[in-house]
């Protein structure tokens, strides 16, 4: 079944984009309902509608940048912004059932940061080159731009970006911590003392997990993969991150709750004064100040501890790319349309109003984002010391092997569970064995 909203195919189409085979298994599959709500829009003016299909923003940011990036484009083309389910992996379910069945109605993709890989093995993304590539690359974090490139070239733009911090309570730590291993003994001395001692961490069994996992390898001087990724690299920095997770799972410093907590539930506990460290997103500053007035006054900011003291910490980015369908029915102007949607205004409204922050590194020097974001240094310096999750097109599965290996963290077997994580991520890059 084709939704093709009787639409003509792209100019040039070879077929079926070519793609592993647990990606054509998709093809099969029943597309979700929403799959028609797209088509029309003005076509009948003349005026063609571009379909962006992104999260789903409750800020307006995203609807603001649609509206203005319509109006600058004079009339040659409207962006009609479509919200995908709230959840990651329904967003990717829904991309990659239409996209698998052609879906001509899709033209400026909303990606996870660690789709482009998989989507552009598959043919179902266009490559950016000449004159948009350079408008993409120009003035962009470097960092950011890896997640959107794949064999050497590049599939998407970075539209926003995440970084975590540590954050704490500086009426119960005066110095923030540079290490792990100084948390876990400031955590213990709080403890000690009968005062809020938590390090609120994501330890539950989902993308969070793999987060954590591999911000600690990367920041140990290692990888999940090797540079080729063709084969595992793990290695002593993996067995080393995951001493660390077991050490805080079993230590005083955790949270009862560690084993099935994700960032919301951190936050939460925060704000209601159980903890005394925090490893979260900048979106837990906002909601400090609105939430907890009275304990905001003590709420600071640091880097993402240290593995090592004298080697710099390498947490892990998030954050959206932007892509162009390879089904597109007007894959020139949805070129434009996202850099549109990217450009300094929009990422400015995307930051200040829906708390993204941007990929443009000029942006971090502008009064209004530092204003809003008195952390901006240590989230730039964050930013470009950072490390992306693996480049490859079975992320899923490798994701997938490391959350269910190392969940409960206080389980945790550091050699052992490298072990088992070795061989389930080797079978997945073969497309062999059943991933748990």
Known sequence: MHVKCGCRPVSGHRGRPRGTRWLRAFAVLPLLASGVAACGGDEGSGRPTLNWYNFPDDSGALQKAADRCSQASGGRYRISYNKLPRAADGQRQQLVRRLAAEDDSLDILGLDVTWAAEFAEARWIREWTGTARRQAVEGTLRVPLQTSTWKGKLYAVPYNTNTQLLWYRKDLVPTPPKTWAEMLNMARDLAKQGKPHFVEIQGAQYEGLTVWFNSLINSAGGSILNKSATAPSLGAPAVRAAGIMRDLARSQAADPSLSNQMEDQNRLAMESGAAAFEINY?????????????????????????????????????????AVSAYSRHPQLAFEAALCLRNRENQLTAALEGGLPPTLRGLYDEAPFVKAYPFAKEVLAALQAASVRPLTPAYQNVSIAVSHTLSPPSGIKPVSSVNTISEQIDDALRSEGVIP
Do not use: E, H
């Open 282 to 322: 900048p979106f837990v500053y906002p909601s400090m100040k609105a939430n907890n007035p009275k304990l905001f006054k003590d709420f600071r900011w640091a880097p993402y501890p240290r593995v090592d003291a004298n080697r710099p910490s390498r947490p892990t980015i998030g954050g959206i790319d932007l």
